[in-house]
Nanobody
Framework: QVQLVESRGGLVQPGGSLRLSCAASGSIFSIAAMGWYRQAPGKQRELVAGIISGGNTNYADSVKGRFTISRDNAKNTVYLQMNSLKPEDTAVYYC?????????WGQGTQVTVSS
């Protein structure tokens, strides 16, 4: 069993920055990959960024160069540093983890980018 707890989101001005964190707890043996998804009203949930235990990362084209995903394996925590935020980044952000062949999800946190 894995539980994922996300940090609070917030309201950010366009061009601003925000860092999200997601901490995994429970009967973890190894988490192969962690990532961030987001879902805006009327849109499908999409993968924003992912990272495997070895450090390899992947980003959606829409956030490449602006967002950075990182992972602290000792703390079982993944971070998403979001810079140069745009209104279209507004969404509920969900943490995700792959553990022993099972997918786990965080509770979701609202990020709003608006002036």
């Amino acid at each position: 069993q894995v539980q994922l707890v996300e940090s609070r989101g917030g309201l950010v001005q366009p061009g601003g920055s925000l860092r999200l964190s997601c901490a995994a707890s429970g009967s973890i043996f190894s988490i192969a990959a962690m990532g961030w998804y987001r879902q805006a009203p009327g849109k499908q949930r999409e993968l924003v960024a992912g990272i495997i235990s070895g450090g390899n990362t992947n980003y959606a084209d829409s956030v490449k160069g602006r967002f950075t995903i990182s992972r602290d394996n000792a703390k079982n925590t993944v971070y998403l540093q979001m810079n140069s935020l745009k209104p279209e980044d507004t969404a509920v952000y969900y943490c995700n983890a792959l553990h022993m062949g099972h997918m786990y999800w965080g509770q979701g946190t609202q990020v709003t980018v608006s002036s």
